[in-house]
């Protein structure tokens, strides 16, 4: 038996899809420009040049070209200090070394955004033992539960505050839940809360996938230490590892003392020679999170036509660039996926299956044929094969990338008799 042809089909679909958000899309590429600016004149203020493209070896001591990107990023995110580091291997590694090291013995950590991301699960102790958690280091740990629609409690935060409390976790995105992501308006809400109820509880945002996505960040609005990582929005797709911690000068060095030593804190770790990449992945940040953002837009509208639960909803409010879709099936999880992986630039051969990943709860599928390993902000989609079976989806060097993915994807939904019945 012959299958027909859906390609005319697919792309008629995508093509309506991007004139339904070329709105949007203009909506984006126009914030660029005042995003660029704010790292042009970081740029400019710190005196950038060819001198700090290079490093030193070893030990990485008086690395001039890593001090100047740690004040160029630092005012980049409206923070008192910055620390850039190769050495941090993921946002989870950044976001620990924050965690370790603000936290002591005895202090209570409390997480205002319900469950955080998987992969802190092991970080904090919720799950696994034998690993030197903070659990383990004796540091309590409790979350305020989202609300039946998936917002923060902020009528609970009172009570839940109502014993001293060293650190407050907020998560920005919403990472492998379905709730929206916080808006910076909503995280500085959220700052002065806790603020009032306890002036000497510090609070701390994991802002990945959130940075260059609207005009202020975390640090802009009173967040006393923010962390993420350089293969998602701040590398500009270039970056070849990395992360960043940002905050309060006290903080951050107290975060590097973790990633390195006390005593040697944040003037330690070589750059490498890759400072160049660093500096100009950070040039390239706004555009290519303006393309990341179309993206995320054209992925809201093509699934929202086809009849799937999409969130952020097409023209919603967005505060990171990652869009979620409830496939409702494991099967059309793991189509997608291939079709996405199929559309990639490296590795198109292979058939993303599901398997277990370090630090997450559930087997995972994940598409993500990036040039860096791990680079969400190249384009990439994947998911936990758990109930009720989300695509998310993030990234996009340009939205023309987005738009041939989506496009396999639909023909393959089809071709496997996986879409709506009303489609």
Known sequence: MTLPD?????????????ATIAPLAARHTAAVRPRLARVLEAFAAERVGVQHFGSVSGYGHGDQGREVLDR??????????????LQFVSGTHAIAAALYGVLRPGDRLLALTGRPYDTLEEVIGIRGSGQGSLA????????????????????????????????????????YSWRPSLRIAQIERLVARVKALQPGCDVFVDNCYGELVEDREPTAVGADLIAGSLIKNLGGTIA?????????????????????????GSEGGTSFDLNRLLFQGLFLAPQMVAEALISAELVAQVFSDLGFAVNPRPGGLRSDVIQAVRLGDPERLKTVCRAFQASSPVGSYLDPVPAPMPGYASELVMAGGSFIDGSTSEFSADGPLREPYVLYVQGGTHHSHAAI?????????????????KT
């Open 240 to 264: 070849p590892t990395g992360g960043y911690v940002a905050g309060r000068a006290e903080l951050v060095e107290q975060a590097c003392c973790r990633l390195t030593a006390p005593g040697i």
């Open 136 to 175: 383990e280091f004796g540091i309590t740990y409790d979350e305020l539960q989202l609300t039946s629609d998936g917002l923060v409690d902020e009528d609970g935060i009172t009570a839940a505050l109502s014993v001293p409390t060293r650190l407050v976790l907020i998560q920005r995105s919403c990472g």
């Open 72 to 85: 160029v990023l630092a005012r980049v995110l409206q923070a008192e200090a910055a620390a850039v580091r």
């Open 405 to 421: 993915a989506l496009e396999r994807a639909l023909q393959a939904l089809q071709q496997g008799a996986l879409l709506p019945a």
């Open 6 to 18: 859906s390609r005319p089909w697919a792309a008629a679909r995508v093509d309506a899809a991007q």
